[in-house]
């Protein structure tokens, strides 16, 4: 297997665990507050797609995200922004069904565009220092930006869901 190859089984892997965590969610449970300075389960899956919709589209393939092009006011999600910041966290909204639908598509684009990169386009330098990540690769983007970013808020919205006693994993 080959790095590419690699990068699209991490990347689909951790959009399937992704979808299956989030699937049995309705609305209520998606935006039920929480004590803290925590997220919701909203705001993680929000964060997480719209992250993925804006590194994929953006920083790496130099275009618009679909939150701003067709997807435009259908993602399901009341404000839809790249970072995580507290004020954000605590207005954020996600409709589940439309959700969904947005989700599928980014997830689909992600995939598509992974799958169509060469071991040589993950090797391409990459210069993330105004995010404080410093001069990194495309391969080092697609892991730690998309794949180990995406488990790691998939076990954020596990943990948030057994908090209401919900099933978190699906496994």
């Known amino acids: 297997m080959h790095a590419v190859q690699f990068a699209e089984h991490a990347l689909a892997f951790v959009h399937t665990s992704f979808r ?9 449970q998606a935006n039920h507050p929480v004590v803290g300075v925590a997220g919701s389960i909203a705001s993680s899956m929000a964060h997480m797609v719209v992250a993925e919709d804006s590194i994929v589209h953006v920083l790496l393939g130099g275009t618009r995200t679909l939150a701003d092009g067709e997807y435009a006011n259908r993602t399901g999600i009341n404000r839809p922004q790249w970072f995580n910041d ?30 169509s990169q060469s071991a040589e386009d993950l090797d391409r330098p990459l210069d993330l220092t105004e995010y404080g990540l410093g001069q990194v690769t495309v391969g080092w983007a697609i892991g730690a930006l998309l794949v180990v970013h995406a488990g790691n808020l998939t076990g954020e919205i596990s943990a948030l869901k057994g908090s209401q006693g919900l099933k978190g994993y699906p496994f």
Not at 20 to 28: G, Q, S, W, Y
């Open 20 to 28: 299956e965590t989030i699937a049995d969610l309705t609305d209520d």
């Open 86 to 115: 507290e004020g954000w966290r605590s207005e954020v909204r996600v409709e589940m069904e439309p959700f969904k639908t947005y989700t599928d598509a980014v997830f689909g684009a992600s995939e598509a565009w992974v799958a």
